[in-house]
Structures are given as structure tokens and as C-alpha cells.
């Protein structure tokens, strides 16, 4: 089974709908990011999360919140989706212990359309 | 200035040759480096991890970091056309709010052709 899942793998929805992009780990990492990937503009970060309790705002939130419901899940809404949200979306996990080597490891993606 | 930068490419090699892929960053203090591979459509999967000044081997994969220079490379012997793919730069750019998040360059598109 994949260490990062998410769901739904592919999704097209309507401007103005809501919707949630959810990442599940198993591997006992307590950090969770959200990325998008557009094409010419590489990966950028959303929102990142270094435990339960800590959610931060990373370098495009704008229109973005996220919920960490436990260690293991994060997921990302579109309160309102517009078309230029129109792209590939990762989850991400590191792990901080003691000599963490702070890599990250990739869910699948969601590759969403905002029609 | 980009906090990460890489030529975009494409970078076109032929199958056994090696492929030479770099990276720049801008922060001095900068202290884990990463290279990713990212088939079209796919998630990015981590193929090396390098902290400390000089080479990191793995497989027919050489890491090379420099940070007098700020200046990271990824090196793949005996190319393969399976290499093809785009090839992610990331840095963990500098300690305190910072520590643990990764800022990754554009990528650079890499084929090898038989």
C-alpha cells in the first residue's frame, strides 16, 4: 500500500463550487505539506503543517485553507474554486526527529479542473 | 533573483552518455539538498539527498555539492532512455521558520534518445 495517499486522484468541478482535497500518511511523519504544480512555475507551496497544532501559510495561499484532523491527515479546500485553480495537487510528508533528514515524500497527486 | 534556479532545458543526451544536471541556490546558509525525478503526470520521487561539501554516489547517480559556490549537481552515468523525465532541485534554504520546508527550482527536462 502507498505511504501517501489522495483523494480524488482526478476531479473537474465548477467556479464558485467547494471542494476538499484529502492526503492520509502512514508513515508517521508529523509534517504535511500542500503543493501545486502548474506548468513553467515548478512546485509551489500552499500550506504546511509541522504538527497537529501548527498550520502555516506557505507562498500562495490565497483562496486555499487546510485542517489537520490528526497526525496523519491534511487536507486542502477550495472554498470558492475559480479556473486559474485549474492544476496538479501534491501532498507532501517529512519527517522533524532527531536526525531527520527533513526529505520529502510525494502522495500521487490530484489533478483538479475548475470549469 | 530565483531563490532556486535550474536550467530548464530540454537537456537531450544520447542512451549511455552522461547527463549533467544543475542547480543554484541563493542562501548561504542553506544545509540539505535534494534531487527529485517527476515522470510526466506523476508524482516527484526522491532519487538523492546530499548535505555535506563534495560527491554522493548511488547507483549510476553522483550528487555533487559545493556550497562555497552554491552550486549543486546531479550526475547520471549510462543514461538510459528511462532517465527521460524532469529533474527537481530542492533546498532547504535556511534554519528558523524556515527549517524543514523546501523550496524546489522549475526543473529540468531530460532525454535521453537511443
Known amino acids: 500500500d502507498a505511504d501517501v495517499t489522495q483523494t480524488p486522484r482526478n476531479r473537474i468541478t465548477k467556479t464558485g463550487k467547494r471542494i476538499m482535497l484529502e492526503c492520509s500518511q502512514t508513515?508517521?511523519?508529523?509534517?504535511m505539506y500542500w503543493y501545486r504544480q502548474d506548468p513553467g512555475l515548478g512546485l509551489r507551496l500552499i500550506y504546511y503543517s509541522f504538527d497537529v497544532k501548527d498550520i502555516n501559510k506557505g507562498e500562495i495561499s490565497d483562496g486555499y485553507s487546510v485542517s489537520r484532523q490528526a497526525q496523519a491527515k491534511f487536507s486542502l479546500s477550495l472554498e470558492s474554486a475559480i479556473p486559474n485553480q485549474t492544476a496538479l495537487y501534491f501532498c507532501a510528508t517529512s519527517d522533524s526527529g532527531q536526525g531527520a533528514s527533513h526529505e520529502q515524500y510525494f502522495g500521487p497527486g490530484t489533478r483538479l479542473t475548475v470549469t | 533573483q530565483k531563490e532556486v534556479e535550474q536550467n530548464s532545458g530540454p537537456l537531450s543526451v544520447p542512451e549511455g552518455a552522461i547527463a549533467s544536471l544543475n542547480c543554484t541556490y541563493s542562501d548561504r546558509v542553506s544545509q540539505s539538498f535534494f534531487w527529485y525525478r517527476q515522470y510526466s503526470g506523476k508524482s516527484p520521487e526522491l532519487i538523492m539527498s546530499?548535505?555535506?561539501?563534495g560527491d554522493k554516489e548511488d547507483g549510476r547517480f553522483t550528487a555533487q555539492l559545493n556550497k562555497a559556490s552554491q552550486y549543486v549537481s546531479l550526475l547520471i552515468r549510462d543514461s538510459q532512455p528511462s532517465d527521460s523525465a524532469t529533474y527537481l532541485c530542492a533546498v532547504n534554504l535556511s534554519g528558523g521558520t524556515s527549517y524543514g520546508k523546501l523550496t524546489f527550482g522549475q526543473g529540468t527536462i531530460l532525454t535521453v534518445h537511443p
Open positions: 546530499i548535505y555535506s561539501n
Open positions: 508513515k508517521g511523519h508529523d509534517r
